[in-house]
């Protein structure tokens, strides 16, 4: 996934030379926390958020430009950029929205931390078989069931469980990928155990060629 297909494109900006006053009443209309400072080429030249509207406010500021963070000290992202970027700088630099820029440097959209929890909670709730079954279509040569029977086998070596591959099967069918996380001890456990898997399928399936 790429930045611009998790960005929200309906957003707002401003021009540094406009007034606090009027930009704070532009914000608290379209209710945005944070918005875009921007050249008439919409090129992205500052960034405000509602805390240095209220602190400009009070300290007698009149434009936008007195009070705006300049590009060096904005956190921003290419909209081709890889959607995980966005994700690892809206966690690294603790921003609640980064402005979304194309190859010429115009603003084209924002990434909301809302949008990312967002888009997290729908794969988290994807079931595990459908990731089994991407697992499959990789695994040239190797049938459904021979996936299964794989991963009942792995699931007792790592486990001690006894479980038969038509178990497995209706497990992750209804599993979803954020409770086999949970399940399994996190991210990278999960993503050990289908390492395992395929190793163990391909072993298998390579043993009975030399047969």
Same mark, same amino acid.
């Not at 500052?46 to 400009?56: L, N």
């Not at 440097?105 to 909301?112: F, M, P």
């Not at 079931?127 to 459908?130: A, L, N």
């Given at each position: 996934m790429k930045v611009k297909e998790l960005m929200d494109t309906n957003f707002i900006d401003v021009f540094p030379d406009q007034d606090i006053v009027e930009v704070s009443l532009k914000m608290e209309k379209y209710k945005k926390f944070t918005t875009s400072?921007?050249?008439?080429?919409?090129?992205?030249?500052?960034?405000?958020?509602?805390?240095?509207?209220?602190?400009?406010? =009070?300290?007698?500021?009149k434009l936008i430009k007195d009070i705006m963070y300049t590009p060096k000290d904005v956190v921003s992202v290419n909209e081709n950029d890889a959607a995980r970027l966005a994700v690892i700088k809206a966690s690294k630099y603790k921003v609640i929205s980064i402005p979304v820029l194309n190859d010429e440097?115009?603003?084209?959209?924002? /990434?909301?931390s809302c949008d990312i929890v967002e888009t997290l909670s729908q794969l988290y709730e994807i079931?595990?078989?459908?990731i089994f079954e991407a697992m499959a279509a990789e695994l040239k040569g190797v049938s459904w069931n021979e996936l299964m029977e794989a991963s009942a086998v792995v699931t007792k070596r790592q486990t001690?469980?006894?479980?038969?591959?038509?178990?497995y099967e209706? =497990? /992750?069918k209804n599993t979803t990928f954020g409770e086999a996380i949970w399940a399994t001890g996190g991210l990278e456990k999960f993503f050990v155990g289908l390492i395992a898997i395929g190793e163990y399928v391909l072993a298998r399936k390579v043993a009975r060629a030399r047969k």
């Open positions: 400072v921007v050249d008439h080429e919409r090129k992205l030249v500052g960034w405000v958020t509602s805390i240095e509207i209220i602190k400009g406010l =009070r300290e007698g500021k440097g115009k603003v084209v959209g924002v /990434i909301r079931k595990v078989s459908r001690g469980e006894r479980i038969t591959a038509k178990k209706k =497990r /992750i």
